[in-house]
């Protein structure tokens, strides 16, 4: 490349640097040059286009050309040096000029031209240089404003902070509720140091750490929360479902075997037993002297609770129960507390008197002496490790014609006199298995709000961290904070939104479930399967996502990601595998269905059925599934009828096929199968309507102007990202059209970033003080 | 109840047990009412009809009447006792009489009526009797043939186990493609019992387990295969890619230690470095007699590469590089091999010479001694637990001015001279700094493989599970086996499908790479970053789909889930976010866009583009988004216009939606961000209609007909569930209508059901010897 230098350029300093001078006339060109060069995208073409309209400009002397000619040329670009030296020299100018130089490269080399005072600079900035150069930088295509702020390395004011819309406080008044206090005081003791979470800890050593925990906060009077206050409990069920909601903030290890110890295998003696196993056991499982088991699952039992194999049989002659193992696929598994700590156990088998099979019942077996030891004719062995949760001891029992006396009958709903005689207050198999099975009920509960927690926690360490980590960003600026990334507000802010509807949900459902009856025992049952299974699944999606929001330190154990998704993911099996679950949802609102229309006969009410759901679709409005405004969208009307809609379809249709596949000769059973995806899309929706209303119902009782203006908006992007998701089916099924449902995914987006100001105290209304939730990356 | 006997039934005994006794006219009642009293389902209405029905019927006595009414008084529903009496009276009676009478409850109660001989038994079992008993069947909803089964308890046959339809030998010899050999070969080392999975390992002895299986395979000579054979190795790069996709069928701790030792560290020097560095330390890293390390990303920098801090500051006057870590954001962390293993460490730092940035380059700094001790200035410290890949040996380093000799730069891309002139082959240092990259390039398409391999030996797992398992059933019949839930297919056989799509698109990939040139690097580029995001998205959605599916046992560590679900966990992050990738695909998509028509200015082909779209929807043809017929929907040119339109779509409105911004007065990195969600989509789109067209193109090539039939299944199940799990998109943009969308997923259900008798032969091609599966319950 030429160094020398022609006349004109002498007097001038601008257009030197590093040994490179540049021709006065080509230092308008400068920074757009840099730019296409310094990307590295310049094409044949555009090329092609610089080159034929510069060369054609009169401001240019014949070497200026020669020399614009040869950086022009594809095959010898200019050299590293080069660029590093116009850099320089656009810098310095850069630096002596003003701000509306900014505006583009061309404006701007036009300034640095200018610097010069002589004759040529007047003459290579006049209009017509200045009409040519702006298009040039348009066929170059490079936005003018931010490159010249690369070029000069400019520094933007950053975005205002925004301020939280409420007070903490008060939301988070809102969410503990009417179990406040005992929260409090789950969250003060799990902050004492013994609590300290510690990782990577041996199984063993994990064990016995997490039974210790369990035993602190047994001291405290937590085991016993639900027990009677004659065996020193605090006869206090929503408080003992708080407390294990408040504890799963914290090492779900410890939730679980807490809930093994005091919800299961107490429960089991408090619900299916009498006064006297109350009085005989309960004080010594709420104090967690007398650690147990819940032994109903086997090998080649799951989710089929009837037919597992475990016999106790009745021996008239020595009043006892002959409790046995008959084959491998009958051994008891994945039992907490029984590979090493649990001494008794509630072991369910088919009762057995005279050769005559009776059918599930629960009995009390001792399983160790108290050195451990196992008892006579009881063989244990562990489960080994585990994806998760290995701070609970799981483990393996047989037994091999193991007697126990006739009074360890958990005897509240079937009795066995000396003489061998049955009897029951529920005169019906079936009622008396699901009454039974009712136990599993506080199960699920607890399962769904533990997961409601987890998915607290990752949603706090995720926000949190989302506020102050920043990466990329527009050029010579700080690097942008990740909230303020609208896919990273879109990923997370939905959730968050799922986390507080899920929250009013479980409080309904606690409080449905404390307070259940004989009459709507069914409808407990059927609610807490279906919010186990969305909560559960919801929490899956919850860790996942806010992983891979915190990336590379999301892995780390000390930001308890690894836990909380290694614990939580057999949530969505255990208490009841969650695809069965739904379809018992399935079944209990056909079976409403059914009853709601009990006057007519089946197959009349089939026909009723399909007629109304022809009617129903020919009733939808043109012009509401085509509302697109921001009114009716954000109108929970709107949300509520579609969540309706959806469900009344979905069972409408599901009862048609069942029915058509009846008729045509398949057995119910099969005809139940062949439609089970449809039967579980049904219990979702089902779901999903029930936790908006519940958000809704909620939402009436806020007094305080601030939370419901925040709530609102949680609420509308709950609704509006549910339909957004489901929005296939919705469109098939010509409940909106295509303008709508783009219109919805505006709304989302709308809704994202005016919840980004809130997103932080959202999740510090939570509540999860900085001992529970571990973390370092959540804090600034 | 009354037990005295009428006249008329002292002759018979069929209607007689446990001191219960039935009255002859009401035998015919007896199963439906024990159906009905057992599920417990018996409402007043019902009750009120069945009274109403049968007392206005005249072949019932009045003492039977009576007894009937007691029956049906819901205030007394019958004892247990009564129940366990009739049912012996019904199975009694059954076993008499024949199949005919197993039809309907009421068949059954008329034959065991006229089982007795007398008058009676004729009376009650007319024609009007028939009648009556069917409508009361009928008003109670109870289903015949199954209740009938359930009662008598009878076998079914099984259905019949339906045949493989091809040879598993050939299609492995088509997946394993090219690479048979060294596949075969890295499948018997890991076969050796050295290789035996080990659970609950302290990450302390599992790292030293991995490290010496990262020996043994170099003692095979796997670690060099990439390099040259001047340095001892095979010079074969696919081989290694096929090495390393089969090693992540193990442990993926060890591929990872694998591929970060001879895969990034030896890649580093082998592509970024010239041939002195080649022949110092190529042949001692391919043996692990040098462990090493890839020194990349910083605690504050993760996928923002150009923006990292550690300084690499050239000195003249000792002719040395001095690295350094000026802040604690510029920590090198998460990095491979440097907590305990690494002697040498390729660091990327920003080259600075005479106070002037030459952006990021590479360097080779000793960090430790023979004895393992860190050197002077270097600080070493463990990132302690992860989440998964607890064998790598993940570690910070800090460096407190290292001084490193001139040559330790690796030269290829960039000199440093004595003097300290800087020169570069690659002017621009935009496109300097991508080359640089391009290293990492090798990362995605060996991340991308590895995800693949992942989801295979889940995919194994869960399917040979699920093709022995059995949970709940038809009543009396064996469990059904979980593989003939038509859901448990439905949720399984579409991962499948995208396992084998995935596998062609991955062997493109791998042939792109290891043939790249210049002129396709960008391309090659493009779609590693785009094939490693969707790859190891869909394993970690296959990966907890499969353990769901297995239930508690899939979350036994011994059945695998649990590794590499926490193993895999992270390829979402490293080697770049996935959502990063996916834009860096999006970006160079708009590039190619602007290349195609760079005839045009860039304002001007917007302008174009828009008209474009525009007109693409009014050209959607009615008849075509209507069409529903199975010919239609399993065309693969209907998949591939499908899939083309979307992106092509995708891509159109993207630009639009960019350039309306820019013209409002965002600048494009605002512009740009603004559409990060759309530009997502763009991105998957483009790689699912990849992956398709590599499907296909593979296909074209099978010339077995028996591989060909199922691989079409696989490649329509591969689209169709793709087109159905987007349909919400689809239908908006008015692609296709209700009706086709609907008509897709009864596609996908067929589909599912035709593959089910080949769903265990096609994970058995992947070839997974047991030994790496591991998971006993894979073992039928």
């Given at each position: 490349m030429s160094t020398e230098k022609s006349a004109s350029e002498k007097d001038s300093t601008a257009n030197q640097s590093a040994g490179i001078s540049v021709g006065t006339g080509l230092l308008p060109l400068l920074p757009m040059l840099y730019i296409a060069w310094a990307d590295g995208i310049l094409t044949p073409s555009e090329l092609a286009t610089i080159q034929e309209k510069l060369q054609a400009q009169p401001w240019l002397l014949p070497e200026e050309k020669k020399q614009l000619r040869g950086w022009l040329d594809p095959a010898s670009p200019p050299s590293t040096t080069e660029l590093m030296a116009w850099l320089k020299i656009i810098r310095r100018a850069g630096r002596q000029?003003?701000?509306?130089?900014?505006?583009?490269l061309a404006e701007l080399g036009l300034q640095i031209a200018r610097l010069g005072s002589d004759d040529r600079s007047q003459r290579c900035t006049t209009d017509q240089a200045c009409t040519a150069l702006a298009e040039v930088e348009e066929a170059l295509g490079v936005s003018g404003k931010e490159a010249t702020a690369e070029l000069l390395g400019l520094e933007y004011a950053e975005k205002e902070p925004q301020e939280t819309s409420f007070e903490v406080d008060r939301m988070q008044l809102l969410l503990d509720g009417e179990f406040r206090e005992i929260r409090e005081k789950v969250k003060r003791l799990l902050s004492d140091p013994v609590f300290k979470y510690q990782y990577g800890l041996p199984k063993e050593e994990y064990r016995e750490l997490v039974l210790e925990w369990c035993r602190a906060l047994a001291q405290q009077g937590l085991g016993s929360l639900s027990y009677p206050k004659a065996q020193d409990g605090a006869d206090n069920l929503g408080e003992f479902i708080a407390a294990f909601e408040t504890i799963a903030f914290h090492d779900l290890s410890l939730s679980i075997k807490f809930g093994v110890q005091y919800g299961l295998f107490g429960g089991s003696i408090l619900n299916l037993g009498t006064a006297s196993h109350h009085e005989s056991y309960l004080r010594q499982v709420g104090t967690l002297e007398l650690p147990g088991c819940f032994a109903m699952t086997e090998l080649g039992h799951g989710s089929n609770v009837r037919d597992i194999e475990t016999v106790a049989r009745y021996d008239k002659e020595t009043q006892e129960f002959v409790v046995h193992t008959p084959a491998e696929s009958a051994r008891k598994d994945y039992?907490?507390?029984?590979?090493?700590?649990?001494?008794?156990a509630t072991v369910f088998a088919q009762l057995e008197i005279d050769a005559e099979r009776y059918g599930v019942h629960a009995f009390l077996v001792p399983i160790r002496d108290s050195s451990g030891a196992a008892l006579p004719g009881v063989r244990i062995a562990d489960c080994g490790e585990k994806m998760g949760l290995n701070g609970v001891d799981n483990g393996r029992l047989w037994f091999d014609n193991v007697r126990i006396p006739r009074d360890n009958l958990l005897n509240r709903f079937a009795n066995v006199s000396p003489e061998g005689n049955y009897t029951s207050p529920i005169a019906s198999p079936s009622q008396r298995f699901f009454t039974m099975l009712g136990t599993l009920v506080g199960g699920r509960v607890s399962i769904a709000a533990s997961a409601l927690s987890a998915s607290k926690s990752a949603l706090t360490i995720a926000i949190s961290y989302a506020a102050h980590r920043r990466q990329f960003g527009p050029v010579d600026q700080p690097e942008t904070i990740l909230l303020d990334y609208p896919s990273h507000c879109r990923r997370l802010l939905p959730l968050l939104a799922n986390a507080y509807a899920l929250d009013f949900a479980q409080k309904h459902l606690s409080d449905l479930y404390t307070n259940r009856t004989a009459d709507n025992a069914r409808q407990v049952e059927v609610f807490a399967a279906g919010l186990k299974a969305v909560s559960s699944w919801n929490a899956t999606a919850t860790i996942q996502a806010c992983r891979e929001a915190c990336g590379g330190k999301g892995y780390l154990a000390e930001n308890r990601f690894a836990a909380l998704k290694a614990d939580s993911d057999i949530f969505a099996t255990f208490e009841g595998d969650n695809t069965v679950l739904l379809q018992l949802v399935a079944k209990g609102l056909l079976t409403d269905l059914k009853q709601e229309f009990n006057e007519m006969k089946f197959l009349g009410l089939l026909k009723f059925m399909s007629q109304s759901a022809t009617t129903a679709i020919s009733e939808l409005n043109p012009v509401i599934t085509r509302k697109t405004d921001q009114e009716h969208l954000r109108d929970p009307e709107f949300h509520t009828a579609a969540f309706r809609y959806r469900e009344h379809r979905l069972l409408l249709t599901a009862a048609r096929r069942i029915k058509r596949r009846i008729s045509e000769g398949m057995d119910s059973y099969a005809a139940f199968i062949d439609c089970q995806e449809h039967l579980i899309k049904l219990a979702l929706a089902h779901v999903e309507r029930v936790v908006l209303e519940q958000f809704n119902s909620g939402l009436a009782e806020v007094t305080d102007a601030n939370l419901s203006t925040v709530l609102v908006r949680l609420r509308d992007l709950y609704a509006l990202a549910r339909i957004e998701a489901d929005k296939g089916w919705f469109l098939e099924n010509g409940y909106m059209e295509g303008g709508k449902s783009k219109a919805i995914r505006g709304q989302v987006d709308l809704l994202c970033s005016e919840l980004r100001c809130d997103a932080v105290a959202l999740v510090a209304s939570f509540g999860i003080r900085e001992q529970l939730l571990g973390a370092p990356i959540a804090r600034a």
């Open positions: 000029v003003g701000t509306e130089s900014r505006q583009s039992i907490g507390n029984a590979a090493t700590h649990g001494l008794l």
